[in-house]
């Protein structure tokens, strides 16, 4: 396959792909929004309706309990070729408000060399820049099928939190059977800097009850002779960090994927503005965090435990001068690679047992598994291959990014027992979940045509 | 005057007492409650009515921007007499839970030597076995004038936070001019331990506010790398105590009047049961408090820094996984004699500027003056001579108590520039402000005989 080739298919079917993607993004497939319901229905069928035309053999969509997502297989020739899940999804975010847009985010429009509209960047445009790629790929080579076995997968509840999204992987376990997962649903560092998303901090949540006595004291008559829970709460929380900023539960780092000094090396030469990044960061006024540790490092590759929400005792207007009975706080934990998010609660609920004062009891809550960190290698085959196809794209080198939380990713990881690659042009300037989304068109072409060449990589180094 | 006569002429009063008593509570002074203001009018113009028929020359009701209280002198016959202000209130707690009460809260009965009814023992008991102490002090002395000025002072608004009392004091500050302020509002130890209070804890409040980024921040994208304005106020908070429970706002203690080997040895004398005081302490699990002092020390004589209420980012039901952009707290510390509440607020605000972490913002809020702590040392010549006049009525040694918190009696001792000396017969058993309030009835006759050596002591004292 010739990179001419390729790229003149692209330019040819520019036009085209365009037209067919400003279709799709006339569809309000809010799913957030259950008055739209119908509408996501009608953007699967449309990506369904669309696949087929596009060569697909097999193409269906899948129901859940909530809305639909749609399935789509491409085999390779070759019985005994890798597969590849490729994931993203169909549904868009709210528009409000509405009075901020320039344009109907339903009426996308060109403008120089930007798309706008609502799901141009998140995630239609980065799902259909697949298809304009494998058909390029196919036309370029003269091949009838693609050479690895591509299962596209995409959901239509991403904005609504993917709340079906893991009992559809396990219900259709056995057909997503893959060697890799392509995720396209991400950022690059900027138009210029082209980059690679390489991992994902995991999640896991706590909240913790501290309670004293069985109710309010009148802190006249007994403060300063019994123990006050919200002083129990204060002290025990503020032992979970040490002064250098790191986490204090036991065994919290030791199983914790380091990063290399390559990753750290490539992290450094990204262009970040950290004065700028502060204003985007709610206008704080400082960066904090773990000693040791760059602010990229902190929120990509670095783990934390952070008070979401803390109260107790009187919190309405006024004074009221007690000791108040209970005190109560919700506690997150990002992790990373190496990371469990069992482990890691289990963790605490030793920690709390062991620093609870005497006359104060507590309970520690948690609910649900958490959220596993994904992450893969830089220099694991599928990264490397996934690296390859973008470097001959863009013409230059890829450089590594990580993402500080995670949606679905995780589940398709664990469910799909593979590993994930993150192949995604969109812009953290693309203003996804705001008014006037946008997409770079010649970025699109260029994630067209690194699909294009990732299967050849990917045929190559996953097999 | 001989005890014999003193004894005999309050016996022969007793009967006349206890009906004047019981018609006196039968009328539901609740200034809590609006509704009874009429009642709290009708309280004051009984009282009035019935310090008229007593012999008091000079008998005034004194109105506030609320309702009213009662004012009645009795010069002493010497002109350069000292002058006393007697302290106590007309108005009661409300009675709910009606349900919970066995006889109508103002339908009073005897049942033995206990008098039932709502304000039997707070205050208006205490109040009145003033007068049948004056009257048999003048009986058995053959005077027709008290051996010092009696000042009456009687409020109706004690019960509902005594909101303009600091204002009719200083109304009145000419005509309440004064060597001493005797206050019979409190409770002695026990009935078979009978004992003076020294002191009432003061009071300062402050509410603490930490500002961190300008929103809520997804802990994903933010988490790690920026200061989170809840992790700022436990740390700041758990250092305001240290490992023994001292207080480390810096001069805290420097001013504080130490307890005397004298007081600490009487307090120890009296007969404490900790379990039992931690059940009536919302059944406590543990004491606790500052290393080196016993629990009734604590809660008497140390001054403490209590957290009210603490509240910041997502405190509703699940998860949400933000950096919150607030952190608020609210504080207040019993003070104890030699402290300012003006000053602990300064050293608050100076202790939180200084230790609020970069890229944090902390606002210290303030709202009144505090209350002052108020203590009479127990070898002054008040002190000394009240204990000696209820020795000479309860035949025995006067223990010594303190109370943790305060009312309107700082007002008194700041307002009217004099010492306070607390001659009360309550106990805590006299289940005031619960259902079926009660008062001994020999312990008010104790009180009244007290009451009638308390002139003659004070007169020579206060020379």
Chains 1, 2 share one sequence.
Not at 109 to 131: M, N, P
Not at 197 to 212: F, K
Not at 226 to 234: C, Q, R, Y
Not at 310 to 330: D, L
């Amino acid at each position: 396959m010739k990179v001419n080739d390729v790229v003149a298919h692209i330019q040819d079917g520019r036009d085209r792909f365009l037209a067919d993607l400003k279709d799709w993004l006339a569809i309000p497939s809010i799913s957030g929004d259950p008055a739209h319901a119908p509408d996501v229905r009608r953007s699967a069928e449309w990506l369904a309706a669309y696949l087929r035309e596009q060569g697909f053999p097999t193409v269906e969509t899948w129901e859940t309990a909530g809305l639909p997502a749609v399935f789509a297989e491409w085999p390779a020739a070759d019985p005994d070729a890798p597969a590849v899940v490729v994931y993203g999804h169909h549904d868009v975010q709210p528009v409000e408000p509405l009075s901020e847009w320039e344009t109907d985010p339903f009426k996308p429009v060109e403008k120089g060399d930007r798309l706008i509209g609502r799901g141009a960047s998140d995630d239609k445009g980065q799902v259909l820049f697949h298809t304009l790629g494998l058909r390029a790929a196919l036309a370029a080579s003269g091949a009838d099928a693609p050479p690895v076995t591509i299962k596209l997968l995409v959901e239509g509840e991403e904005e609504s939190g993917s709340v079906h999204f893991a009992e559809l992987l396990r219900t259709h376990r056995a057909r997503l059977d893959c060697d890799a997962v392509v995720i396209s649903d991400t950022t690059m560092w900027a138009a210029d800097v082209p980059s690679m998303c390489t991992g994902m901090r995991g999640l896991t949540e706590v909240e913790l009850t501290l309670r004293g006595p069985s109710s309010d004291l009148h802190s006249g008559s007994f403060g300063g002779a019994v123990p006050n829970p919200l002083h129990a709460m204060v002290a025990l929380l503020a032992s979970l960090h040490d002064d250098a900023g790191r986490v204090t539960l036991p065994g919290f780092y030791d199983t914790v994927v380091p990063l290399t000094d390559e990753e750290r090396a490539l992290f450094a030469r990204l262009p970040f503005d950290e004065d700028a990044w502060l204003r985007t960061a709610g206008d704080s006024r400082a960066a904090y965090g773990e000693e040791g540790y760059s602010t990229l490092e902190r929120i990509w590759a670095r783990p934390t435990a952070e008070i979401n929400g803390m109260w107790g005792g009187h919190t309405g207007p006024g004074g009221k001068t007690i000791v108040p009975r209970e005190a109560h706080a919700k506690i997150s934990f990002r992790l990373v690679a190496g990371q469990d998010p069992a482990a890691v609660r289990d963790s605490f609920r030793a920690w709390v047992a062991n620093g609870t004062p005497p006359g104060v009891l507590a309970e520690v809550r948690t609910s649900g598994g958490g959220v596993r960190p994904c992450f893969s290698p830089i220099d694991s085959a599928g990264v490397r291959a996934a690296r390859r196809a973008m470097e001959r794209a863009f013409g230059g080198e890829i450089l590594l990014t990580r993402e500080g939380g995670s949606g679905p990713e995780a589940d398709l990881a664990d469910i799909l027992d593979a590993p994930l690659i993150f192949v995604a042009v969109g812009l953290n300037g693309d203003r996804i979940h705001a008014p006037n989304e946008k997409v770079e068109i010649p970025l699109l072409l260029k994630g067209a045509e690194a699909a294009a060449y990732l299967w050849e990589e990917l045929a190559t180094a996953l097999r």
